[in-house]
């Protein structure tokens, strides 16, 4: 295994105890090069003054999709570019699933696609983002 590759189940056990998270209780799914899928319950807590759900919530549960998928492929990746289209809105006791796809990985940048979608398999948001891979610090 090359310097900006990491084994899917070294990665998943790099997430056991990631604390942004285990905060926001998100667990991953599913875990493939190139596909993770990552689920999340939203709590009263997360509504904004407008007693709607914030829309940082349906963004981190992409956000971590996105993270799992892109450094499955290159690690470590970091992200430079994230974008959400909120299609509908997310509601209290909602299960979010985001799924990312790396749509490419290349030496210089990565592009990926995630989509978010409640219990009820109802789109609430889509997003991209795109990844610079770095190199690990020599030791």
């Known amino acids: 295994m090359d ?7 070294e990665l998943r056990a ?10 926001l209780d998100m667990r991953l799914l599913e ?3 190139g596909y993770a ?3 999340m ?24 999709a996105f993270a799992y ?11 430079s570019q994230f974008n959400t289209h909120f299609v509908a809105g997310a509601e209290v006791n909602d299960e979010l699933t985001a799924e990312c796809r ?16 409640n219990q009820d398999g109802r789109l609430i948001a889509k997003a991209t983002g795109t990844t610079i891979p770095v ?3 020599s030791h």
Do not use: C, H, W
């Open 3 to 9: 310097k900006m590759s990491m084994d899917v189940a």
């Open 14 to 23: 790099k997430g056991d105890g990631e604390p942004i998270a285990s905060f």
């Open 31 to 33: 875990l493939t090069p």
């Open 37 to 39: 899928k990552v689920t």
């Open 41 to 64: 319950k939203l709590k009263p807590e997360y509504q904004n003054f407008n007693g709607l759900i914030f829309g940082g919530m349906v963004m981190a549960v992409a956000d971590q």
């Open 69 to 79: 998928a892109s450094n499955s492929l290159a690690y470590p990746s970091l992200a």
């Open 102 to 117: 790396v749509l490419r990985s290349g030496r210089r940048v990565g592009i990926s696609e995630i989509v978010v979608t």
């Open 135 to 137: 190199a690990k610090p």
